[in-house]
């Protein structure tokens, strides 16, 4: 197709554009915005996205003013959130957030429960079955929050919406088996995070255990320990006998100290979902972490693409609260729908308030969904398939949890290879219906 030549002097793009959208809007061939990058050292196809450096290098390459427009600006209630209500002269210490993380079967969900068992009262823990997400102890008159979180593929992807709930890292390693597939992925992620590390070097208590060993693996990835002149505590414990948790919750309050952790609950509430699912009788239920402010019942909320009023606080043990301070999780109910995972909650002043934030904001994810899913892709994706190169897999995914949900679809995304794409059509929380 012959472009038009245009005369074009100053251009307005939305971020993430790619190079034949650019060409496009300035009447260019994109083999001609192509070869001005190549005789500058970039090699680019028509279908890749131009970053802001690239874009003001071609608006001085063909005089042309680009203002790059940030359409997340005008929808993005979390920014709003941070410009008004920041107020830092109330702020108080809030409790650590903690996420513990570590190869299977290293004994995460004993560390978990441990932990939690010397909160409660002995006649009362044995009477515990729910699900826990997320809970808080007081050790020495101070709070710290733990997070189980669902799996590393939803710690990612919570990671990656900027809404990183975990203050504290603690990575588990058993002794007796040392550094694992798993562990070092860990240690990326948590590298990744920033977020400070705490190892925690479980199974003590068997006769095979060989602290050094591991001390000198993490060593190797850069997790050197304290004692060898590094900056990561290790705490030798034992998720079966309990020796050893007593330090690993100093260790956790010195470090929390050092971090000087401070948030206003006076303010409007800030949260982050960690966990959501779809109960019977109940719709849609959200565990969250308030980050900031006091989240209290019947709050007008907005949290992503959905929104809603708080109906019931409910905290770990299954008793109904009023208020979620910040730092301290809860399960809530009140959503028009389920929330992901990573999606931050907002108190707002009212119901339509909240209505048009989450409509602004579901509308702006859905626009850009299909620009990054189809525009790149569709015609050499769809020339592919029609000459029955690519096969496509159409999948629906429902899981039990949102955490699930992403998990299983993450796996999926990366289950592709020349011949067939592994397409999710739907995904979704709740039962598998006949339709
Ligand atoms: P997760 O997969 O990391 O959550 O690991 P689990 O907590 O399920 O533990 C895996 C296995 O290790 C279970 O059989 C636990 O009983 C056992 N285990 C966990 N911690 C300890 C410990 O400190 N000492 C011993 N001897 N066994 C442990």
């Not at 959905?306 to 008793?319: A, M, P, Q």
Request: net charge negative.
């Amino acid at each position: 197709k012959k472009i038009e030549e245009l005369d074009v002097t100053e251009i307005t793009i939305p971020k993430d554009c790619r190079l034949y959208e650019f060409a496009e809007k300035i009447g260019k061939t994109d083999g001609d915005v192509i070869g001005k990058l190549f005789m500058l050292g970039m090699m680019v196809t028509k279908n890749d996205f131009l970053g802001d450096d690239e874009l003001e290098i071609l608006g001085e390459e063909y005089g042309i003013e680009v203002t790059i427009k940030d359409e997340l600006e005008d929808v993005n209630y979390e920014e709003t959130y941070e410009d008004e209500e920041i107020d830092t002269t109330n702020f108080v210490t809030r409790p650590p957030v903690v996420t513990i993380m570590g190869h299977v079967d290293h004994g995460k969900t004993s560390l978990l429960d441990k932990i939690r068992s010397s909160r409660v009262a002995a006649s009362e823990a044995g009477g515990i079955t729910q699900h826990i997400s997320a809970y808080t102890i007081t050790k020495n008159n101070s709070e710290i929050t733990f997070v189980d979180t669902p799996g590393h593929e939803a710690f990612k992807a919570m990671r990656v919406r900027g809404a990183g709930v975990t203050d504290i890292i603690i990575i588990v390693v058993a002794a007796d088996d040392g550094v694992k597939p798993q562990t070092l992925e860990v240690i990326k992620l948590a590298q990744a995070s920033g977020a400070p590390i705490i190892v925690a070097l479980n199974k003590m208590d068997k006769e095979t255990a060989q602290p050094d060993m591991v001390k000198g693996q993490m060593a190797e990835h850069g997790i050197n320990p304290v004692d060898w002149g590094g900056d990561v505590e290790f705490v030798a414990v034992s998720a079966k006998s309990g020796e050893g948790i007593d330090d690993l919750l100093e260790t956790i309050l010195l470090q929390a100290e050092v971090m000087e952790l401070k948030a206003n609950p006076k303010c409007p509430a800030k949260a982050v979902v960690i966990e959501s699912r779809l109960e019977k009788g109940k719709g849609p239920v959200a565990t969250v972490i308030v980050k900031n402010g006091t989240l209290k019942k019947q709050d007008s909320f907005v949290c992503g693409k959905t929104y809603g009023r708080v109906r019931l606080i409910i905290d770990d043990l299954g008793k109904q609260k009023k208020e979620v301070l910040p730092g301290e999780p809860a399960e809530i109910t009140g959503f028009d729908e389920v929330p992901l995972a990573g999606d931050v909650l907002v108190a707002v002043d009212s119901d339509k308030e909240a209505k048009e934030t989450a409509q602004k904001w579901k509308e702006f994810l859905e626009e850009r969904e299909k620009s990054k899913s189809t525009k790149a892709t569709l015609e050499d994706l769809q020339k592919m398939i029609l000459e029955g190169e690519l096969k496509k897999l159409p999948v629906i995914v429902k899981a039990d949890t949102q955490g699930s949900v992403e998990a299983i679809k993450g796996s999926l995304a990366k289950l592709k290879n020349e011949e067939v794409k592994v397409d999710v059509i739907h995904s979704d929380v709740g039962a598998i219906t006949e339709n």
